[in-house]
């Protein structure tokens, strides 16, 4: 079974808070992401990293900020809160060193709902 | 990644097998074909991926077309904890990093 933990599970907050998003894994995996899913909604990538003091954006731009100090630890980051960043967030880790071939094992989510 | 087509919903009685489809006909030589699910309210869930051969798990088969341009995951004996979003998603190879693009899905309704 996967060991990658996201908190909190919930977040409901007023416009203009800094947040941070918590995303760890116990896998010792190098390859960590952060997706975006509105309800009912497809799955879109916001930021990746190979390994420590690796990050990358995804295909979806995203205001959020994350970084990687720790290998098992990549949390995202709003500076300043808005309704337009009401979604779910989901942290996956992969296994593999082969791209193709490789399986994300995802965390369970941080439903957030900006007021 | 090449895109893939999936029925929106598909419904099976419990206890039965389920055969949901997909569709890849611009699948190149080197794109890994996975499958995942999302149960509601969690994230999604790695079910099986292949190349060019059937595969086997403890979850589900894999059933790929010879030409590559279809494939259909195969439940044995749905449960009601199958019921879930199943995604079909092709994955390059070479230098792809872990972008899997996950489209709608087919949503199963699994009924007792």
């Known amino acids: 079974e996967a060991d990658i933990y996201q908190t909190p599970r919930y977040l409901v907050i007023g416009t203009g808070k800094k947040i941070t998003l918590e995303c760890s894994q116990t896998?010792?995996?190098?390859?960590m992401y952060w997706y975006q899913q509105d309800p009912g909604m497809e799955l879109h990538l916001i930021h990746y990293?190979?390994?420590?003091?690796?990050?990358e954006k995804g295909d979806l731009s995203s205001e959020s900020t994350v970084s990687r100090i720790r290998t098992e630890h990549f949390p995202l980051t709003l500076e300043s809160a808005r309704p337009s960043h009401t979604s779910q967030y989901l942290c996956?880790?992969?296994?593999?060193?082969?791209?193709?071939?490789?399986?994300?094992?995802f965390g369970s989510g941080t439903q957030l709902s900006v007021l | 990644d090449a895109k893939t087509t999936q029925p929106n919903s598909m419904e099976s009685n419990e206890e039965e097998p389920v055969h949901l489809p997909c569709n890849h006909s611009t699948i190149s030589g080197t794109d890994y074909i996975h499958w995942y699910r999302q149960l509601p309210s969690q994230g999604p869930e790695y079910v099986i991926h292949?190349?060019?051969s059937n595969v086997n798990n403890r979850m589900a088969s894999l059933a790929i077309a010879e030409d590559r341009k279809s494939s259909t995951l195969i439940l044995h004996r749905a449960t009601l904890r199958d019921a879930a979003v199943y995604y079909c998603i092709l994955h390059a190879g070479g230098t792809s990093y872990g972008k899997l693009t996950f489209g709608q899905g087919t949503i199963l309704t699994v009924h007792p």
């Open positions: 990293s190979y390994g420590v003091n690796s990050t």
């Open positions: 292949g190349l060019t």
């Open positions: 996956a880790s992969s296994d593999r060193d082969s791209f193709a071939n490789e399986k994300l094992f």
């Open positions: 896998m010792g995996h190098d390859k």
